[in-house]
């Protein structure tokens, strides 16, 4: 990455700003990038400018929305390497999991390049009655207007695709303000898509502070904001944001339930993988592993064995599978919840040696109900780990919390499938796998405090667009 100041985009123009943002390279915590610090009065004129573009965006044929989609996406297959590197740079994220995202994110443009022609309707006939029988009605799906886009860290290249690539495809004009921690993802796809037919005032990418970023909530000319982040600041925005339609991807604190019918040596691979991948820094990070006492200590010691076997450390070694945390302040925070879980009664079995902004994973039997591991959303490397006696009560333990975006159920067992399904407080249960597990065209998000609204890019288009109804009354005849 280039030592120099890379522009922010508003309103399709680079602009460069005197305040700039130093992004750092989480693992080695030296500089790496820098890029224009926006602030109100440029998110004020991306509204402005995404608010005049709406007829303009909201007339693209479907061919041309997808084709534009199409070329994002094949553009970001040239440049895979320079995505792959900056993922790892500047979120501090392993390899194979960078190179992982790359290929998502690829998806994401490509499914919403798919979708772009659904915005089709129905005609009805309305004579079910009398009074209708002069009458028909068309109904279609119309592009409500601007898009405010918040996004994460974790996961800073798909997550801007799950927020754009749906807004291009209904023809909806956006303004993005990316994680101050990590914008420099969302400004190279940016790049791509000043490449493309997009009209270019359609489109703003403005890093700022989040006080700056007020108008993205409370500009009644933002017809929908879409926030992932913590569940304070998403609710509270929501809160703010009056008449617009508001989509929250919150947090969690994912619950994986190991039944004793279970391949016990896969479900600790998999929730191994669910618990430390991404350093835990995943909203459905398994974070409460709860399993069927007859097969506990079976159990917590395939899992130690896994856990221990995973290779921690600089995230550009194709091998390692857990790497630094978004920042050394963040490793400090879950070390010390670690501490008062220990000092409540619970047992570190194994991880916690803490270097930098690296965190060995962390497996803890026997934490507090109310420890903060158990209550609260970790972002980092550690599980918790409790027996249970009856399937009831592991289901009964996994809605003890705030949250409820996924949960894992691990059983050979179709009725304990179905129960776990039906009892679960959550968006999405995930069955013999780790509630970590996301495929990009599911619905997605969560209940409680986790959120309101799906995200998956044909449920995006739901959120942004609106039905419109046309009812035609037949024409007066002279003959009748």
């Avoid at 998806?107 to 979708?115: L, N, Y």
């Avoid at 709860?290 to 550009?316: C, I, N, Q």
């Avoid at 890019?457 to 009354?473: K, S």
Wanted: with cysteine; net charge negative; glycine share 8%.
């Amino acid at each position: 990455m280039s030592a120099d100041c890379h522009p922010l985009l508003l309103a399709g123009q680079w602009v460069n700003r005197p305040r700039k943002l130093t992004v750092h390279d989480k693992f080695r915590g030296s500089a790496w990038a820098a890029c224009a610090l926006g602030d109100r009065e440029d998110i004020e004129a991306a509204i402005g400018a995404a608010a005049d573009e709406l007829p303009r965006t909201a007339r693209l044929p479907a061919f041309q929305r997808e084709g534009i989609l199409r070329q994002v996406a094949r553009m970001l297959e040239n440049r895979r390497t320079e995505f792959v590197d900056a993922l790892i740079s500047e979120v501090g994220k392993p390899r194979k999991y960078a190179d992982a995202e790359v290929d998502r994110t690829i998806g994401t443009f490509e499914e919403a390049a798919r979708r772009a022609a659904d915005l089709t309707g129905e005609w009805h006939a309305l004579d079910q009655s009398a009074r209708g029988q002069a009458y028909r009605a068309i109904w279609r799906r119309f592009p409500l207007g601007p898009v405010a886009c918040i996004t994460p860290f974790n996961f800073p290249l798909n997550l801007v695709a799950h927020k754009i690539a749906p807004a291009i495809a209904v023809g909806c004009p956006f303004v993005l303000k990316p994680a101050s921690a990590t914008p420099m993802s969302a400004l190279m796809l940016g790049e791509l898509l000043m490449d493309t037919e997009w009209p270019k005032p359609a489109a703003s990418i403005v890093p700022c502070h989040a006080a700056d970023a007020a108008p993205l909530a409370e500009d009644q000319r933002v017809a929908v904001l879409s926030f992932t982040g913590s569940a304070d600041v998403g609710w509270g925005l929501k809160a703010r944001a009056g008449r617009k339609r508001v989509v929250l991807e919150l947090g969690g604190n994912a619950a994986a339930i190991v039944h004793g019918d279970a391949d016990l040596t896969d479900a600790a691979r998999r929730c191994a993988a669910g618990g430390f991948a991404q350093a835990g820094q995943s909203c459905i990070s398994v974070q409460r592993i709860l399993v069927e006492e007859r097969v506990y200590e079976a159990f917590r010691d395939l899992l130690l064995e896994v856990t221990k076997s995973l290779e921690v450390g600089d995230p550009s070694v194709s091998t390692t599978d857990v790497g630094p945390l978004i920042s050394e302040t963040e490793a400090e925070r879950v070390e010390r919840w670690v501490g008062e879980a220990v000092a409540a009664g619970g047992c570190v079995l194994c991880g916690g040696r803490r270097r930098g902004a690296v965190l060995e994973p962390v497996v803890i039997e026997n934490a507090p109900a109310d420890a903060k591991v158990n209550r609260c959303e970790v972002f980092g490397p550690v599980v918790t780990l409790a027996p249970y006696a009856r399937f009831d009560d592991a289901l009964a333990r996994a809605n003890d919390s705030d949250f409820g975006l996924q949960a894992g159920v691990f059983t050979r067992d179709i009725g304990r499938m179905i129960q776990a399904w039906e009892s679960l407080e959550v968006g999405g249960v995930i069955i013999n796998d780790a509630p970590t597990f996301r495929a990009d065209t599911m619905p997605y998000g969560g209940m409680k405090a986790s959120g309101c609204g799906r995200e998956g890019v044909r449920f995006a288009m739901d959120d942004y667009t609106e039905f419109r109804t046309l009812v035609i009354r037949d024409a007066p005849s002279a003959d009748r």
